[in-house]
């Protein structure tokens, strides 16, 4: 059994995560940490959870930490930093899920983050968690960048064209739609039911953090200059993230829907959809799979794919879990199969 | 393996069933009928099934279903009534989810449900499926009929009262509150998300065809004369039920608390919550689990139950599962383990 | 023009105030005040109030608020107290949509509201804000207790039973639903879209302040004891109280459906629905008006009420301009005529 | 006061034509036509017109119709054409909400409704119903085609970039995304609740009836070639369209922000928000504005425009109103005035 350890289990990805590790049968929740809520039985906080998880939160002790096998940071941005060299000199594998270790350019991290990075070293040792891509170098990691969710989408999403340098790199345009338990269980008037619900706005069309973890992902895909026009969408539904991606093609494609089939044919959770098709987000709802739609609109030359994920699952917990799986050498899909929930 | 049929798929019980079995280890699903779909692949209709059931839904065709060890009706009233006493003979072991074998008063039931029923022998046989009163009986079933929605998260939550007799029986109330996919996937005015959406009404106030269901499990437990006030409404949420329910105490009740507890100690899919607690129906969505509260309220002699299912699962599909397991002597939680859906 | 203040306008109240009187041909609102957002323009927080209410937040000034004619106190309970008489010696007419003044029993109200009342003899002076029931007295009053949200609904609900004396007081039931509006504008974690959403629970089982508001209010119409069972819920909506109320009739009632009828007959915000009608709280979204349906179940001897309003108009700022037209002896619906919005 | 017929008002565009001119009180309305609901109350359909609207649905007659002053159409697409020669020959005022008469090239239509159009010599009388593009034409128009909900907001937000020649108008994207009642009240699978709700998709994406009408109106602002792609989705709220447009700046632009205040700045019902803002659809829901936001995007050289309507009102029910009123001499915004619904 892995003994796993979650350093701020208390928001939806920490939640989130709980659900995944308790269904999945290699693995032992061995601590779980929450200053805030520390004594306190997950349970408590989370009821879906009585019966599957029993410990409490705890305080941060990284002694406790080092005794695990494997430790997944929940955590706001900017305390992995603080915490993951000690752990891994200790052998310990971590996975973290916020954005510490994403950008391997210090600077621009810096820039959109708003602090000075804490270990600038093992950011060019970590590997960015995106199995469809670094399957390989995730299985030798000891250090995981977990990708957020509108890169994960909007990465997939794009991938098979640039790729095939099948499109115009430099007139990109990713419209993104979320859910709302991305912006986090934090109390804030923004995400009230009555300020969220029964609407839908765009926001931080100025710049978004994700626009240069999409370049960076997208740029070691070619050799050409990326420009991404990237404008996420606040909507009324608790998860599912749709990005909706359009590149103007440099030449007719033979066969877009072949192309995408067969990028994707050996992937588990990427699942490329029939030619003419529209994924919704709900199909995708509590599992770990990517949903792509690809279009061609000869008219105006312009390619559309739709890419729909749950932000907490394959946009969040499912891919650490995903990421787990692979640098542990067990099957990619341990605790990930159960198909989405729908209705 | 157990060989499964379902008959009447494409409803939202239908595709619950398929989602459950479908992670079930001990099931094969063999058939699933649609007269309206036949042919078409399930992950058409349900594209959340893509990569966990592979066949198309096809014709009913009684030759396929007496080969299945059991085969499950998620089909309209009065369906089942007319294919299951073939099947039985055959050796099949038949759940319904439907209302055609609940209700042991042929009379009464002709009456609420406008039609004649077309096996009243095998009503007799039938083995009403709510394992935390007839569990013993739902092993040596063959014919099980599973219980409705509102009639399983109130009889669940009045039962320990009833069973020791603490409460008038003849004044109950149950205020009962539904998501909106216990209406159906039928295309109805009603139902749609611009008239159900973001609003809340009461319905069937006059009477329902659930109250002569939970009457007949309630008086079952005790020989005073029940009667109920029920009250159901439709509410903006997909799934759930919230089922408020009301008993005045004979004399005071020396600790409510631990007779739910005890009553329930046992039970794999009822969880009583510590005192002073309000469950909400999240906590048990996509899960096979009733969450009960109960409060007593001593300046007005008033007992109050709070008990809370997913209408889907422990209200339809998943408890049919949990017959299925009994029926075959599986561990009655095969299959249903996971924790619920939050957020 | 009547010159009206608003003290606390950031609240759900405050800007439902806001739209509602800047539709209000006789009112120019003349000041708003709000300490945390004093100098910003109120359509910075409110962008649909923009071209309609152009004067910004101020920080609460007692000079400018006795200029006004009318003073609303949309603020917290506690608030109203400690400004209501320096504003009445004024001769300013005051409107508290809190609950400073609905309580006649300022024992009771110190032990529900946890605090000390600073104001006992104005409690006296004032009128209970309910035109149904006290609409001369309104006329007169320069003080007006404005009633909360399940207390209105829930008294105009039971008012034409109890006050013919027709049911069983000492058993009286209300099973109420809100929407999420109700809990306020506040940052808690329990009213994020992700946690209210989708979802519905029961909460305050064990007390609630509206209870000893109802029993106040139904004890003034009856001789006998009142004892009301009162649960409230929270609902996935945003506007909206749905009443469901359950009375035990202590003889057959001729035509229950009359009664309602001629009781509301001149009332031009009561509408009795025909017999076996169910309302949904959308058709009185925006609107001031309580839509009651009753029905009666003879088997059981029980008396079922379905009472719905919007919270935020007739259960709040819709009532309570309600009484300043009465207050000012305007027309009665002056400003308050407009269909409900559906869908 | 003018005599207003409605024809096919059972629909969502129809109870909200209902809304609106049931409090504009320059109009009587006369007749409102259904077939299938003929002799009943309209307020039986929409509850929330009780003592609004009080007469029946009725069977259409041409020779009722004929009485009007004027006449909507709130019908599906080609049934206005068969019926408005006889109205304007009759001198009625014609202004219809569908598509009958909205595009100029009789064949583009043809293949897109999937039907002959009944008379195209009206389609050239015809006005198409934009007030801030043809405010004086529908001035003088006898018949005016009441503009799609997408068609509205997209115009409205291209149009100040397109008539200064700014934009590169042959890779126009937008990207809209718009609430389910913009499918209308017909009871079909894909609108219900659990369908619909707390999920999210496209649709159309080869091709959507309002792409030939933006582009026709487009094409009017200039003489350059438009070439848009634009991509539908329908999302879980009741009303409002978010049109989210990106352009790619054939030059940098001095000041985009003052270009739109100054292009809008005589509309009453365009509202151009601040410098970096995000305009939310709630922020128009039940009103006739149009909110615009204009970001650029130096880096990439991209303008987004962000751009909402409630469909209902500004994209239907409301712009028709606002149209009447211009035919009729009548102040423009004369019924259309009140504050939108928030929250």
């Known amino acids: 059994m892995?003994?796993?350890g979650i350093v701020g289990g208390t928001g939806y990805t920490g939640v989130e995560l709980l659900r995944l590790l308790s269904g999945h049968d290699q693995v032992n929740i061995k601590v779980i940490t929450s200053r805030a809520e520390a004594g306190k039985p997950v349970s408590d906080l989370y009821p879906n959870l009585r019966g599957h998880v029993d410990i409490p939160f705890s305080e941060p002790d990284i002694g406790v930490l080092r005794e695990c096998d494997v430790v997944f940071f929940a955590t706001p941005n900017g305390i992995a930093m603080t915490m993951a060299a000690e752990l891994l000199e200790a052998g310990v594998k971590v996975i973290d899920l916020a954005a510490d270790f994403r950008l391997k350019d210090i600077d621009e991290w810096q820039q959109w983050y708003?602090?000075?990075?804490?270990?600038?070293?093992?950011?060019?040792?970590?590997?960015?968690?995106?199995?469809?891509?670094?399957?390989a170098s995730i299985r030798e990691a000891q250090l995981v960048a977990n990708p957020g969710c509108y890169p994960t989408a909007t990465q997939l999403g794009f991938l098979p064209l640039i790729e095939n340098g099948l499109v115009d790199t430099g007139t990109l345009v990713a419209d993104c739609k979320s859910g709302v338990s991305g912006a986090g269980r934090g109390a804030n008037v923004g995400t009230l039911f009555c300020e969220a619900g029964d609407s839908l706005k765009a926001y931080a069309v100025s710049g978004h953090r994700h626009l240069p973890e999409i370049t960076q992902g997208l740029t070691e895909a070619t050799d050409?200059?990326?420009?991404?026009?990237?404008?996420?969408?606040?909507?009324?539904?608790?998860?599912?993230i749709h990005a909706t991606l359009y590149a103007r093609a440099k030449a007719d494609v033979a066969d877009l829907q072949l192309l995408y089939e067969q990028r994707y044919a050996d992937e588990p959770f990427v699942d490329v959809l029939p030619a003419d098709s529209h994924p919704d987000t709900r199909s995708v709802r509590s599992s770990n799979v990517c949903r792509i739609a690809v279009h061609a609109s000869p008219r105006d030359n312009m390619i559309i794919v739709l890419s729909v994920i749950d932000n907490l699952v394959k946009g969040a917990a499912g891919q650490a879990v995903q990421n787990m799986n692979l640098m542990f050498d067990l099957p990619e899909t341990s605790g990930l199969l159960r198909a989405a929930l729908l209705p």
Do not use: Q, S, W
């Open 2 to 4: 892995i003994e796993a």
């Open 114 to 135: 708003g602090m000075e990075h804490a270990c600038p070293d093992l950011v060019a040792k970590a590997v960015y968690g995106l199995p469809e891509v670094n399957r």
């Open 224 to 240: 050409d200059i990326i420009n991404l026009t990237f404008v996420p969408h606040l909507t009324p539904m608790i998860r599912g």
